[in-house]
């Protein structure tokens, strides 16, 4: 994430830590793709909490399922069976060909389960030092193993030393790999966001994809795609790697999978899902009722309302409003994505659109700097993807026009 113009950082919060450059609003309530802040006025949410809000603000279905949800059991422990686990983990097999799940609550999580089953998946094969390999500019959290395994210089300055075992390559480069493979016969898993998110909406191409399967199935590597981004219906399909019509052996989700609910879930198929045992691995609040009941609703409500095909065709019709609206304009080069998963590349840095958008009334994120992201609910209508578009590319219209400092 990209801070703000500075202009906008006055803290006015002094017990919180101040790790974020926030902008100067707070947000009360939402409807749908709509919020409005503490002072009444209303944005066009672009963002939807960082693809977190699949079905946008104030569902009437998630709503009365998580209030009937909260008056029954919150939490209890993994101790004891939570049948909405299993509810939830045969949905999310059923969706994507895979076979078991496991629980946390959220990316980083996910990608920590990740990695502890690639170590333990080379371990139960006489390997003592796995190595996974990894990318350049992944996203992969902020923990000290998923920080290391991210490719961004910015976000591990000043936490070394970072956990060794990574082997980075290039993003689309098969011959790179199949070099590292054979450099590294400790290589266990192969390890990347199908779509990467933070990095600049940067796909990996379908074939590339593919022949990632191939030489995992040749090697008896792990494919691991975090797709805690641009799984869960964002790309119009449920996960972004059934595009190119592959499976992978483990599969990290969280932030579209509670729809706002704090979650986590690493799915895996048969080559990964029996790595872990009991004991191997565990955490106090994941899997609980509420967060279980939270992906149940949002699943189910995807599928009833028909929003893998919403995002698609919604999503195609605000990439081509935005393409046709930039066409030609000095300093714009792209528009990149799937469905709701959008990034328009640029050629400067652009953090001051941020505020720019704030004040005509949307919310949108900027990352690796030049890219200007969409990440709005699934539920968007075709007037509310015309209304980004609208508001949109003036802005950068108008911001490629000025001359930066
Ligand atoms: C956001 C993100 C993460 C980290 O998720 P957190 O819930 O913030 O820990 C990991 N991987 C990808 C691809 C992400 O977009």
């Known amino acids: 994430m990209n801070a703000p113009d500075s202009s906008f950082a006055a803290p006015t919060e002094p017990h919180v830590m101040q790790t974020y450059g926030r902008l100067p609003i707070a947000l009360s309530h939402g409807e749908g793709a709509w919020v409005w802040d503490t002072a009444g006025r209303r944005y066009l ?15 009437p279905r998630l709503v009365a399922a998580l209030r009937d949800q909260v008056g029954k059991l919150i939490h209890t422990s993994n101790y004891y069976h939570v049948p909405l686990q299993e509810a939830l983990a045969a949905k999310l097999c059923e969706l994507s060909g895979l ?39 992944a996203f992969h959290g902020r923990s000290i193993a998923t920080l290391s395994a991210t ?29 590292a493979i054979q450099a590294n016969p400790n ?53 972004a790697h059934q595009w190119a019509g592959i499976v992978p052996d483990v599969m990290p989700l969280a932030k579209g999978l509670g729809s706002g609910v704090p979650i986590g879930a690493v799915v895996c198929g048969p080559r990964a899902a029996k790595v872990m045992g009991p004991g ?8 609980n009722p509420l967060a279980m009941r939270a992906g149940v609703e949002t699943l189910a409500v995807m599928e009833a309302d028909g929003l893998l095909a919403n995002a698609s065709q919604i999503g195609a019709a605000l990439k081509t409003a935005l393409e046709q609206g930039l066409a030609g304009v000095p300093g714009f080069l792209e528009v990149r994505g799937f469905g709701l998963m959008i990034g328009i590349q640029l050629d400067r840095p652009c953090g001051a659109l941020l505020g720019q958008a704030l004040d005509a009334g949307l919310l949108i994120s900027v990352t690796a700097d030049s890219v200007v992201r969409l990440l709005p609910a699934l539920i968007l209508t075709r007037a509310e993807a015309d209304e980004i578009a609208a508001r949109l590319v003036p802005l950068i219209k108008a911001f490629l026009a000025t001359p930066q400092p």
């Open 45 to 59: 949410d672009a963002l939807s909490g960082i693809a977190v809000n699949t079905l946008g603000h104030n569902h």
């Open 99 to 137: 076979t078991n799940a496991f629980f946390c609550n959220s990316g980083l999580e996910a990608n920590e389960a990740a990695l502890k089953i690639a170590r333990k998946f080379g371990h139960d094969r006489g390997n003592d030092n796995p190595a996974v390999i990894v990318f350049e500019k």
């Open 151 to 179: 490719g961004n210089p910015k976000v591990q300055a000043g936490f070394g030393p970072l956990v060794p075992g990574f082997v980075r390559v290039p993003l689309n480069d098969l011959p790179a790999i199949e070099q």
């Open 187 to 239: 290589t266990t898993a192969i390890f990347l966001e199908t779509i990467q998110g933070e990095g600049g909406i940067n796909p990996a191409r379908l074939e590339f994809l593919q022949g990632l399967r191939r030489l995992c199935d040749q090697h008896d590597l792990l494919l691991m795609l975090d797709e805690v981004q641009c799984g869960i219906g964002r790309t119009g399909k449920w996960f």
């Open 280 to 287: 191997n691995h565990g955490t106090t609040f994941g899997g």
